[in-house]
């Protein structure tokens, strides 16, 4: 499919072999106790990942997107306030799917892109209004930046909000401690740091979630995403008798559930201090480089991507030099920010080897485009935080 | 995950090697220009299958009742008159789908569970309303029904009302020749005669139905379902021009193409063919025991899959003795019929030695369950069948 290439963009990644070996096993029966077991471990051991013991996980078909609406079918009824604090292009993708379901939002923009809003500026506004719900992207992939949760979150908590986070490129990558922080709700996909090719849609519900959903006063407008449908499947497997609404993506699960494994198996700690490492060896060489990135500092900056503005008299044509080089990235996905930077994917089973790989690469690339530097610069910077 | 053991439910069914090799393949970026050139000939291969050149597919990381859901949400607005032809559990299901979109449903019941609607009766009831759509599931998995499409859809032309046909558990199995009928919308899944892991919700909207969905008067009631989105990503990827809405399922989009390629390889007449044969096989094997079939008559049995009734003293406990032989069949799924009948999927991939090995693991259970039959009758039923 990509013969010795290494997949560097943000989703979908790497995966492990095993991961993919359980892709091409011979599918089984939905209702098969083994894989009722298989699937009732991947909902338990997503509580663990997103350390929400108390939580309600739903695993469908789907994507990312999927997860979105499903959040947002479920939890707002028509004439809902929704607050949404923008960092970039999956951010303002939430106003137009909360506004699908009636919703009245309030988006805060931050000051330029690549920034985040200003605290100051999400607390003026929850003060202003009775607000069901306030929607945080953990990381836009858009932009790289990253959100900060945890004090977005206390704040939610505060005034009273549910509060909703987009994890689709952070979930098992960036820190988060859903209950500890406060967060009603994590939803993600598996083609980012869950390490699943893609196809599913994750939702993970906190208890107030669940709560404000059961006071519905109307019926959820979408039926596919509708959690009456799918709560007593979710329930049904975790107690490891399979009840059927649609079937499960058989395979999808089963690799999800060895991923699963893999992440719990390296520790929620390490996970998140390898793709702080892993993200700080690749910015520290492209700004060795000479490089800028899009985030406006590297405090808001994720650590499960980068996104990084090609030098002066530099385009798009670097990706095709750097896919000779052996590499796969990704071009801009902002409006505002156009085709005016690239964006690298360092999240899941990423190794040091793929860091090395890929700022070389894009050394190599840079070398090439008449980008004036002191070529090996880039490598030796990534090298150095990498030995740390 | 299944060891040896041969799964014969009605899908996911036996896949080829070929197909989950495709699913185990390392994930290549779904931007890829071979990516683009897999999923666009799998748009291209899903008209041939269902015989509607004309027709604009959809292939979205889902399930089958997302296929239904997605039909329900494009094609429907508050107010409009649907008629459903019920011959099973998912053609009752298609009325709360619709109705969650607000359409008023017409439902036309058949005499007994197990029999199809009168054509008549359809017919009396398209005279009384306007009606913008009419639901045909064309082989229900939960009775094992087949719905006589063809005099079906040309009533519903004559009437001048869309015509959609659920073809979840039938497409690439059961004959379809969409345009030529006058079918407008036929929906699918992945993990049925499809023959691709579960994960895959297909519709392929012929003219008339694009053309109603571009005259709504109201948004799409559901984001994720909604055609605006999806209609350019499948134009993009058909020429070849990747556009971005959701990250696509690459690995089953891959297999997805791969089993496309197996299906027109063989030809859809031999396909047919084949399914009909290895249908009567296994059928000739139960009768020849003294087993009795749910549906009313051979002629509106399905080929894709039996559905066939208990013997005097035997029970649901059948199945696990069946399982013991090697062979994983499933229990019964509609209400009325209970725990009195249990399904056996024969499509896809299927050949003459499931077929065999499967009459055989029946014919050695209803041995052990103390069912009086003269053992053997069942297998050489079948073979002489197979050897026509």
């Known amino acids: ?71 947002a079918a479920n939890l707002m009824e028509p004439g809902d306030k929704a607050i949404v604090v923008n960092i970039g292009y999956f951010s303002e993708r939430f106003i137009a799917i909360l506004e699908r379901y009636g919703a009245q939002v309030t988006r805060i923009d931050p000051p330029v892109v690549g920034d985040t809003p200003r605290l100051e500026a999400v607390e003026a506004a929850l003060k202003q209004g009775d607000f069901k719900l306030m929607t945080i992207t953990q990381v836009d992939t858009s932009t790289g930046v990253l959100a900060d949760v945890r004090s977005l979150a206390y704040l939610g908590q505060q005034y009273g909000t549910l509060v909703v986070v987009d994890g689709v490129c952070s979930v098992a990558g960036e820190e ?34 669940m709560e404000a959903f059961r006071r519905r006063k109307t019926p959820v407008q979408n039926y596919y995403a509708d959690w ?40 929620m700690e390490a996970r998140f201090a390898r793709h702080r490492q892993m993200s700080a060896a690749f910015k520290a060489g492209m700004t060795a480089m000479g490089l800028q990135l899009v985030p406006v500092s590297l405090e808001k900056a994720a650590h499960t991507l980068s996104t990084v503005y090609y030098p002066d008299g530099v385009d798009a044509r670097l990706l095709g030099l750097i896919n000779q080089a052996g590499i796969i990235v990704a071009g801009g996905r902002h409006p505002a920010l156009g085709d005016r930077y690239f964006r690298v994917g360092h999240m899941g089973a990423v190794t040091r080897s793929d860091i090395l790989a890929t700022v070389g690469a894009v050394e190599w690339a840079l070398a090439r485009s008449g980008h004036r530097f002191e070529v090996g610069a880039g490598v030796a910077a990534a090298e150095r935080v990498l030995a740390e």
């Open 1 to 71: 499919m990509k013969d010795r290439k290494l997949l560097m963009i943000p989703g979908p990644i790497e995966f492990t072999p095993e991961v993919l070996q359980a892709m091409g096993l011979p599918t089984t029966s939905h209702l098969a106790p083994n894989f009722a077991d298989v699937f009732g471990q991947a909902i338990e051991r997503l509580r663990e990942v997103v350390m929400a013991p108390r939580s309600q996980p739903f695993i469908v078909a789907g994507s990312g997107t999927l997860a979105m609406d499903m959040t």
């Open 228 to 267: 009456t449908n799918w709560l007593p499947v979710m329930e049904g497997y975790e107690a490891r008798k399979p009840i059927y609404f649609g079937t499960p993506p058989v395979n999808l699960i089963w690799a999800l559930n060895v991923s699963l494994g893999q992440i719990l198996e390296e520790g």
């Open 176 to 209: 988060l401690r859903a209950e500890e922080w406060g967060v009603d709700l994590v939803l993600s996909a598996s083609q980012k740091a869950l390490g699943v090719p893609p196809g599913l849609a994750v939702v993970i519900a906190g208890e107030r979630a």
